[in-house]
């Protein structure tokens, strides 16, 4: 069956099993793989994708859930060749070692920013506590989601956010 995505802004046809988790399609049918396959169950977060502006576990996000719907994954956040301000402000603070959960941290925080643009410390641990850093770095992960968050408000009024208006 082919399945009509939206992905990163683009028209996507894809032929897959509709029942498909949407990490699947992602990776091995789009060449996406920033989406990192991780526990398989939903509870890592290394696979997080924005549909319709919401983390999602892609997963077990079945294929036909993403129909009609915006997929925002890793590689749609740069625009021009410039990082999207969670990505630099990750890289600004070494919040990552490994980098395997990087990009599902990033879209999980980027649905919380979206969000809320000025999340106090509770609510950044909250909104991220179904992500799991097997490196540690979590102080660096907030401090980066503050900076991302002051940067964001900054540039708000000059620059549409990605993954806001879905």
Do not use: W
């Not at 894809?14 to 396959?37: F, N, W, Y």
């Amino acid at each position: 069956m082919t399945l009509e995505l939206r992905v990163n802004g683009t028209p996507e046809h894809v032929d897959a099993d509709e029942s498909t988790p949407l990490l699947v399609v992602m990776r091995e049918h789009l060449g996406l793989t920033g989406c990192k396959p991780g526990c398989g169950e939903g509870e890592c977060g290394a696979c997080t994708v924005l549909l319709d502006g919401k983390a999602v576990r892609s997963c077990i996000t079945e294929a036909r859930r993403a129909v009609g719907k915006e997929v925002l994954t890793i590689e749609g956040l740069e625009v021009d060749g410039r990082l999207h301000p969670l990505q630099q402000a990750f890289l600004d603070n070494g919040a990552f070692q490994c980098g395997y959960c990087t990009p599902g941290m990033i879209m999980s925080a980027l649905a919380l920013l979206n969000a809320c643009p000025d999340p106090g410390e509770e609510q950044i641990l909250d909104a991220m506590q179904g992500n799991i850093c097997r490196c540690g770095t979590y102080l660096r992960i907030v401090r980066a989601i503050r900076q991302a968050s002051t940067a964001m408000q900054s540039a708000a009024p000059h620059a549409e956010k990605v993954g806001s208006s879905l």
